[in-house]
């Protein structure tokens, strides 16, 4: 069974930054692109960055693009999320998902139905 476990979440201030990470057991991520969202309270979940199975291609919303950056660690069989210069609209809960094929462009990374397993969340709450 594949599970997926989001952790580095917390309350900061604007203009700081946190590290989520999401490990998985019972998939090996590498074979597979990653995404991260996020669901703000009263809001649909949203789309903030994905990369590519092979680490060579990332995308990014546009209101995150410059300040987050996602990566993973193969080895660790963990992807992260590297935020930078934290605002309050930020504010959510932050969720990984994995890809449901393997070796897969990122052609929709935005499109939810591409990701078939993910993990409970992380609450980032970041204060004026």
């Known amino acids: 069974q594949v599970q997926l476990v989001e952790s580095g979440g917390g309350l900061v201030q604007a203009g700081d930054s946190l590290r989520l990470s999401c490990q998985a057991s019972?998939?090996?991520?590498?074979?597979?692109?990653e995404g991260w969202f996020r669901q703000a309270p009263g809001k649909e979940r949203e789309f903030v960055a994905a990369?590519?199975?092979?680490?060579?291609?990332?995308r990014y919303a546009d209101s995150v693009k410059g300040r987050f950056t996602i990566s993973r660690d193969n080895a660790k069989n963990t992807v992260y999320l590297q935020m930078n210069s934290l605002k309050p609209e930020d504010t959510a809960v932050y969720y990984c998902?994995?890809?449901?094929?393997?070796?897969?462009?990122?052609?929709?990374?935005?499109?939810?139905?591409?990701?078939?397993?993910w993990g409970q969340g992380t609450q980032v709450t970041v204060s004026s």
């Open positions: 019972g998939r090996t991520l590498s074979n597979y692109a």
């Open positions: 990369i590519s199975w092979s680490g060579t291609s990332t």
């Open positions: 998902a994995t890809d449901r094929d393997k070796y897969t462009s990122l052609a929709s990374p935005w499109a939810e139905y591409e990701y078939d397993y």
